[in-house]
């Protein structure tokens, strides 16, 4: 057997073919899988040759992500019985090296010594103190892979993990098991405070969407609908409708909401969905059964405050993760069948409506309810966004990873990874270090956490902010967490 040949251009093919996607999996990981190896083996008092098979198998064991991350143990065997006989490796050896591969899936099923320490090397860092560094590593890896992936639901996978993981070897728990059980109580601390921050349903979001959902059924009732004044979307073509052919403006919206809801649940996903029905309901309620009063007759204040109310309840609506007016989810549906813009898709569908009041109505009146429309818009854009404009944090660190580590695993965001040079003082202009500068986008709420996490890291640290004004992809929180 060959190794130290093995080793050389096996590590030259991952250096030159492994996507660079790989955070986790990277050539980094096969390194340190080899050393753990070594360091668990001769303490296990593996034979010479169990110590080549097992730093063999620690070489290839991850091969098989050249091809895919897929059962890529079953692809690192398949290159293993390629590559291994021109290293003069016998069939059973390669059988051998094969096995101790395939025992490192997950769950992993080791049968004898040496996949029971390439088992343990593999999962080293559970029991680190930089398992956390790890565990960030890995979320970003799995969510390239499979973007719908949260960081709940990563969670979710993590706490089962850690619960269900056993060393196998003595050496590997004596050496790690005090500390992974540190590891444990630190990750669930972390997850119950991010479960208390994210959660799917609370008391506040259905007392906004209740408060909302009365609102707006006010400024509907006691401005704009006994004036014939009419809104933007799906609440300003159930005015149209409901004006012309004297149907229940209650019952007409609630009927053209329901595709929304079903869209809203593929668009967005089922939480959404289930809120939006849920304040569309309230909505309808109010809108149909609640006698508000006609409260003025001067067109101005109709189509201002009108507007403003509307608005003030859609906005709430949004902050608690739905939507009265469904159609900026019809929007984002039709962005995707189509090269027009969310806004420019919004536009045309009011311009529809408007001109059509101008010819039912009469223009004045068809004026007025843009003017309304506005009005709403902009109130819609102050409720949700005067407190959760986005903020796009730009960091520069010399600690940077664990700076990226903690950003992921306890703050959930998505980072963005600039290759850069740090230094060039004055008087030290010679003097410079590679670094990756850090670029995420937050909310203006969670701007003083972010600050709180990079200082406890690098009280040096550079952190500049700009606000953002439109947003789309990434992971990304929606106005209101949907």
Aim: proline content about 2%; overall charge negative; hydrophobic content about 45%.
């Amino acid at each position: 057997m060959q190794f130290e040949k093995l080793k050389a251009a096996v590590f030259e093919k991952l250096q030159q073919d492994l996507s660079q996607e790989l955070v986790y999996h990277g050539v980094h990981h096969t390194l340190e899988v080899l050393g753990h190896a070594t360091e668990l083996g001769k303490e296990e008092r593996l034979s010479a040759q169990e110590m080549l098979i097992l730093q063999s198998a620690a070489v290839l064991h991850d091969t098989g992500f050249l091809v895919s991350e897929k059962d890529h143990e079953e692809h690192s065997c398949i290159y293993a019985k390629e590559i291994l006989p021109n290293f003069e490796y016998a069939p059973d050896e390669i059988d051998w090296i094969c096995a101790s591969i395939r025992a490192t899936k997950i769950p992993q099923t080791p049968e004898d010594k040496v996949s029971q320490v390439l088992c343990d090397a593999d999962l080293f860092y559970l029991g680190t103190n930089n398992y956390q560094l790890y565990s960030g590593r890995l979320f970003r890896e799995m969510k390239h892979f499979k973007p719908e992936l949260t960081i709940s639901d990563f969670h979710l996978i993590e706490d089962e993990f850690l619960e269900n993981h056993e060393y196998f070897t003595l050496s590997a728990n004596t050496k790690l098991n005090g500390v992974k059980k540190l590891n444990i109580k630190k990750v669930k601390a972390i997850h119950k405070r991010h479960r208390q921050t994210h959660h799917d349903f609370s008391l506040n979001d259905l007392l906004l969407m209740l408060i909302g959902s009365f609102i707006a059924g006010f400024g509907l009732k006691s401005f704009l609908i006994p004036n014939n004044f009419l809104d933007g979307g799906i609440t300003g073509i159930s005015l149209l409708t409901s004006s012309v052919y004297h149907w229940s403006f209650a019952l007409v919206f609630t009927i053209l909401s329901l595709p929304m809801v079903i869209i809203g649940a593929f668009v967005v996903n089922r939480k959404f969905a289930i809120k939006t029905a849920i304040s569309i309901f309230f909505f309808s309620v109010f809108a149909h059964f609640v006698p508000f009063p006609v409260l003025t007759n001067d067109k101005l204040l109709i189509s201002i405050f009108g507007g403003f109310f509307a608005g003030i309840g859609m906005g709430l609506n949004i902050r608690a993760g739905s939507a009265i007016d469904g159609i900026e989810v019809l929007a984002v549906y039709t962005l995707k069948k189509s090269s027009f813009t969310i806004s420019e898709i919004i536009l045309a569908i009011n311009a529809v409506i408007f001109t059509i009041a101008a010819f039912h109505f009469g223009i004045e009146t068809a004026l007025y309810s843009i003017l309304a429309y506005f009005a709403a818009t902009k109130t819609v854009d102050y409720v949700v966004e005067g407190v959760e404009a986005y903020t796009g944090v730009t960091i520069i660190s010399a600690n940077s990873e664990k700076i990226k580590e903690r950003l992921v695993t306890e703050l959930g965001k998505g980072i963005t990874i600039y290759k850069g040079e740090r230094g060039f003082l004055p008087g030290k202009y010679e003097v410079h270090t590679e670094v990756d500068i850090i670029f995420t986008v937050i909310t203006r709420l969670e701007l003083r956490r972010l600050k709180n996490v990079v200082y406890s890291e690098d009280a040096k640290a550079f952190v500049f902010a700009n606000t953002i004004k439109e947003t789309a992809g990434g992971v990304l929180k929606r106005k209101a967490s949907h």
